[in-house]
């Protein structure tokens, strides 16, 4: 009988603590363990996650990258890739032999300037312009025709996954960090002219070590867009009659090899004003002599003139400050406004 008396008083005075702790404490004198037990469950799922889908910093998880930053202001997770400016000229030798002048691209050391910090991973700023529209675009999506009167439309990524791009240290960015580095072909090089255009093994054969040409590759594939980009590296070098010369030649001969493709010759990307008074061979003004003899080759059926610096020049003539880091070639991050200048003026197959 006593146990029971003794059960019934440990019932009734566990009771009463648990009324007062619910309705007058509101388990306040819990909270401490509860956090305690609730952050352990907590963590063991969040590890039991990230070891899942390797979304967390662990050994699959989203480690920050090795190396430094590249010449296009891009994180490097091997310290490769890095522009570097060659005797002192932001990037640029003097000409030598046919070749001309020689933007060159570094595997080993890291760039001084201001690239991108880590983690700035700010977007652009877009247009707010009514209806969703772009400068110089219509709201059904087509360009404005301009001096040239061809209309062309707007189009996504999957538009260039037939097309090739061919040129020099500009394209191995856009090969870069475009974003097309698996939806089109890149035949790029650093230091490509157009006089080793066709004759240059830059290439790569898949499966093989060696490389071919651009030629032997034209040959063994199909195309029907050709973006071509060169003659920053032919500044100084002969006269704009004997590039233009060359130009020409080479252009006549992309259309002996892909006669079913469009071809969109684009003008040679200026340098930042800053760059062009330097006083050496490569200015605004000689970029724009060869420039308005390139738009010189559309016949705006198969052949078309894209001249992108419409997009990544200001008010000076020159290439955005902002945009490079060494006056001639564009950050990685602004690499997006160039191809968005091409999916702007792509025309309608």
Not at 238 to 247: A, N, Q, S
Not at 277 to 300: F, H
Not at 309 to 332: Q, R, S
Request: proline residues 4%; contains cysteine; hydrophobic residues 35%.
């Amino acid at each position: 009988m006593k146990w029971l008396k003794k059960w019934c008083f440990l019932i009734l005075l566990a009771s009463t603590g648990a009324v007062y702790l619910a309705g007058v404490n509101d388990w306040q004198v819990c909270a401490g363990p509860k956090a305690v037990v609730k952050g352990w469950f907590d963590g063991l799922a969040s590890e039991y996650k990230n070891t899942a889908d390797g979304s967390g910093d662990g050994e699959k998880g989203n480690r920050p990258p090795e190396g430094g930053l590249d010449g296009f202001g891009n994180m490097l997770s091997d310290g490769a890739g890095t522009w570097l400016p060659v005797n002192g000229v932001g990037g640029v030798e003097p000409p030598s032999g046919s070749g001309g002048s020689d933007l060159r691209q570094t595997s080993d050391e890291t760039a001084e300037g201001d690239g991108m910090a880590p983690g700035d991973e700010t977007e652009l700023p877009e247009d707010d312009l009514p209806g969703g529209e772009t400068p110089g675009q219509g709201a059904d999506g087509q360009t404005d025709p301009g001096e040239t009167g061809v209309s062309y439309v707007t189009v996504e990524d999957d538009y260039f996954a037939d097309a090739v791009f061919i040129g020099d240290s500009r394209t191995v960015g856009m090969s870069e960090y475009g974003g097309l580095e698996g939806i089109s072909t890149f035949y790029a090089s650093t230091g490509l002219s157009v006089h080793k255009m066709f004759t240059a093994k830059i290439v790569p054969v898949q499966g093989q070590k060696k490389k071919i040409t651009v030629e032997e590759a034209l040959q063994e594939n199909t195309f029907s867009k050709i973006y071509l980009m060169i003659g920053i590296n032919e500044m100084g070098t002969g006269t704009v009659d004997t590039f233009m010369e060359k130009y020409e030649s080479a252009v006549a001969r992309l259309q002996e090899l892909q006669p079913d493709a469009v071809i969109y010759l684009q003008g040679i990307m200026k340098v930042t004003a800053k760059r062009s008074a330097q006083g050496d061979y490569i200015t605004n003004e000689g970029i724009e002599e060869r420039n308005g003899r390139i738009a010189q080759l559309a016949d705006n059926k198969k052949i078309f003139y894209l001249d992108v610096n419409e997009a990544v020049c200001d008010e000076t003539g020159g290439m955005i400050e902002d945009y490079t880091h060494d006056g001639v070639h564009l950050k990685g991050r602004y690499i997006e406004v160039w191809k968005q200048y091409l999916k702007e003026h792509a025309v309608a197959l």
